[in-house]
């Protein structure tokens, strides 16, 4: 007995001190938001007040004192983050998880970016303001990595620190426009789809594309293998970082605001990860004032306000990228034919390095129009070589102007100098001033092809007619400034006519657009309440009609008791996704099974992607109405021909079985937050067990779903479960009546070290639709508890 309480009293003891000593290790590990610290490279003291969220509010005497402080701010809070970033387009994950992302770093090492850097650097002004300051964050940046704690997770994985240069910021600058193109994972799906199954099946697809639109209207002041497809989505899927998806903004003129001035909101959907997107920070100077959102290694903020305007952006999804086909030279492989005889393909060689693995290396062969795709894409089997086309990689590179541009303009005439300077991705990039003015600017370099040639499947590399033709004067793009109808707004919908005709893209289908404008128009005195409130909107404008429409093939009479309850509730269903909801969760059983039974015998292994796709919502409400469609008929099906309403009634039945087995009998506990979940996920959270639970955040309830305004995107699959791997990134709100009390929100907190208090501190407010405030009033922010004085170091 006496030895067993010894051992009781000895565990207890050890227990005790692993306690203290997982305690003193988290706080030494913890980032530095008070006291006295001395840095090199600023020449005056500058004092950064933490508010209660976290966000640094930088006061010094100039710019570049600032901008050195950022870099600095923004490492001891974000570094792993930024780590991660740089590696992307550089094709260098491997070298930190090993073999499992050698495909990833094969595929993302090919396209061009690195190159496309290091051109652009070469050709900077050195002397520009942005340049200046931009060397200036990567000096606090490097500082910290010189003086500050390495992150728990460069000890976990094993990787060392290294400095940050000019070009790593131009690598995250090439990531975030590939992530925003649609085309990489669309097009070589339309291809396959003309090719394998013919010309009818595409044209059911591609007509949609005119049809059920809600346009973002012009208004200018007088002055079966489809292996290619699915291996670039899976690619993008394996990414350790967020891919760039959305997003809503809309701005209020005075003349709908209850107090007449300007409100301002805008929420970027992007993949949810942590730390999230976001890194919040306020920048004073006695000459410039921003409130800023960064993204990792930029240093001049994407989104942000100050006293003066405010400004976001949403993606504009236009055709950037198209893929040509090349024609070898039959004598010479290293040779492909042009217009005026065979040219060289260039080469270039490129070596991954793996963690505890041999070196691996690759050769990619680039053409006039980009890269050939053959050789970066394991288990391609088109012998054609397949050309990716790049206006990223293919135009001069301005995006670091661009970017400081939008965060120093002096006027709505200025901002927009700076945004038509955007070539890619393309941007709707919306703002609004305390001068009243609302405008919104469709930011890219459009361009004209041949009348009559479709970029949305493969173009004729050989023979010079599938060229581009022109590129557009920025003034013929679609926007609107201070329009007749008091507001612009953005949800990644069709952008008005170019040139006499609806520009091609990859849009969101009408859903949230309609569902903005319904709720613009009906209110002429808009406060910052109700736009909070707006913002937060669950209901969708569509998948109501949508529902009524699959019903309508659906015969009653040979439903039971239970699947005629189930279709009451959907047949009364408004649209609305809230957690008590029933209507949500038959509904996407149900289009689930309805998709399943209606392309799953032609797409193959191509269906998953489809039915996860924009293509897909955008065909939707077409295919549903259409008495006679080439897809109804099930093709594995030798002795019958089905119809639209046998595939309908086959569907309802199976979805409403397959509800019965998952959730109950009782179809009223089938309610939405039974299968919808959400979970903020860390890099190395992703690994499960323990690392789950100590980096991930989650998982969580929460309300929404795809293509409403709060839009909690998931993937329809064959499980009955939906997990939201992307939503609003942020909410904004600024009020210039009362611009001091603006508000934001983000999914999780502001700093990605795991052992910071705001590692995670927003996350239930954000999943409430609730905001803190963006501090602007300086003796509001003056009161802060935690002060960090920087200091010049001698």
Not at 279 to 294: A, S, V
Not at 382 to 397: F, G, K, S, V
Not at 735 to 752: H, K, M, R, W
Request: include cysteine; charged fraction near 25%.
């Amino acid at each position: 007995m006496k030895l067993l309480v010894r051992s009781l009293r000895i565990l207890l003891i050890l227990a005790i001190l692993i306690f203290i000593c997982g305690w003193l290790y988290s706080k030494t590990y913890q980032p530095n938001y008070s006291g006295e610290l001395e840095i090199k490279n600023i020449s005056e003291e500058v004092t950064v007040y933490f508010d209660d969220i976290g966000v640094p509010h930088i006061n010094a005497q100039n710019q570049k004192d600032a901008y050195v402080a950022l870099g600095y701010l923004h490492a001891q809070d974000r570094l792993w983050q930024m780590e991660l970033m740089r590696r992307i387009a550089a094709g260098r994950l491997s070298e930190i998880f090993g073999k499992d992302l050698v495909r990833v770093d094969q595929f993302f090492g090919g396209l061009g970016i690195e190159e496309a850097a290091e051109k652009t650097i070469v050709s900077l002004d050195t002397t520009t303001e942005a340049y200046v300051l931009t060397q200036a964050y990567l000096d606090g940046v490097n500082q910290f990595i010189e003086e500050g704690k390495t992150p728990l997770e460069f000890t976990l994985v094993g990787v060392k620190k290294e400095k940050y240069t000019i070009k790593d910021i131009y690598n995250v600058f090439g990531y975030m426009s590939f992530s925003f193109a649609v085309a990489h994972k669309t097009d070589p799906l339309l291809t396959e789809i003309k090719e394998k199954l013919g010309g009818s099946y595409l044209k059911e697809l591609l007509s949609s594309y005119s049809e059920n639109l809600t346009i973002n209207r012009t208004s200018i002041p007088d002055k079966v293998d489809f292996v290619f497809s699915n291996a670039v989505s899976s690619i993008m899927d394996d990414l350790p970082v967020s891919p760039f998806i959305g997003s809503n903004s809309w701005v209020i003129a005075p003349e709908k605001t209850k107090n007449g001035k300007v409100i301002f909101a805008n929420d970027p959907h992007i993949e949810y990860s942590q730390p999230s997107v976001w890194y919040q920070n306020h920048i004073k100077t006695p000459d410039f004032e921003i409130y800023g959102f960064n993204i990792a290694l930029m240093p001049f903020p994407l989104l942000g306000h100050n006293r003066e305007y405010a400004y976001g952006l949403t993606m504009l999804a236009n055709d950037d990228l198209n893929f040509y086909v090349e024609e070898n030279n039959p004598a010479n492989s290293l040779e492909y034919k042009t217009p005026d005889g065979y040219n060289t393909y260039e080469l270039r060689d490129k070596t991954i390095h793996v963690k505890n693995e041999i070196d691996t290396s690759f050769q990619v062969k680039v053409s006039k129009h980009g890269p050939i795709m053959n050789g970066l894409i394991e288990h391609v089997i088109d012998e054609r070589p397949i050309a990716m086309n790049w206006i990223y990689t293919q135009l001069p590179n301005e995006m670091l102007e661009v970017s400081y541009g939008i965060s120093h303009s002096s006027s709505m005439n200025d901002f927009k100098s700076s945004v038509a300077r955007i070539h890619a991705p393309g941007l709707n990039v919306m703002y609004g001033d305390a001068e009243d003015n609302v405008a919104w600017f469709s930011s890219a370099r459009l361009y004209q092809l041949r009348d009559s040639l479709s970029s949305k499947t493969y173009l004729d590399g050989a023979s010079g007619n599938d060229e581009i033709i022109e590129y557009l004067p920025f003034e013929e793009n679609p926007q609107a400034i201070n329009p007749s109808w008091n507001y612009v707004y953005s949800a990644n919908n069709q952008v008005d006519s170019v040139r006499g005709k609806l520009y091609p893209g990859y849009y969101q289908p009408q859903d949230r657009a309609k569902r903005i404008l319904e709720l613009l128009d009906k209110n002429d005195h808009f406060t910052k309440e109700d736009v909070a409130e707006m913002i937060y909107d669950v209901k969708s404008s569509t998948v109501s009609e949508i529902s009524k429409g699959l019903l309508k093939s659906v015969d009653r009479s040979e439903l039971t008791a239970s699947e005629k309850k189930a279709f009451s509730i959907l047949e009364n269903w408004d649209g609305t996704y809230l957690k008590t909801s029933v209507g949500p969760t038959i509904y996407n059983r149900f289009l689930y099974d309805f998709l399943k039974a209606t392309y799953k015998d032609e797409l193959g292994d191509g269906f998953e992607l489809f039915i996860n796709s924009q293509l897909q919502d955008q065909v939707l409400p077409n295919q549903i109405n259409r008495n006679n469609s080439v897809w109804w008929d099930n093709i594995l099906t030798k002795d019958k021909i089905e119809t639209r309403n046998d595939v309908t009634q086959m569907s309802f039945k199976s979805s409403i079985s397959f509800l019965q087995n998952q959730l109950g009998e009782n179809i009223d506990d089938w309610t939405w937050n039974r299968v919808l979940s959400v979970e903020y996920e860390h890099a190395i959270g992703k690994a499960g067990g323990l690392l789950r639970k100590f980096f991930n955040v989650g998982p969580f309830e929460t309300i929404g779903g795809n293509e409403v305004i709060n839009n909690q995107i998931f993937k329809l699959d064959s499980t009955g479960y939906y997990k939201v791997n992307a939503g609003p990134s942020t909410r904004r709100i600024i009020d210039f009546s009362d611009v001091e009390n603006s508000l934001a929100i983000i999914p999780t907190g502001q700093s990605g070290n795991v052992f910071s208090e705001y590692y995670k501190d927003q996350t239930q407010k954000y999943l409430d639709g609730e905001f803190v405030k963006m501090r602007l009033n300086q003796s509001d922010i003056e009161s802060s508890e935690n002060v960090l004085i920087l200091k010049p170091k001698e």
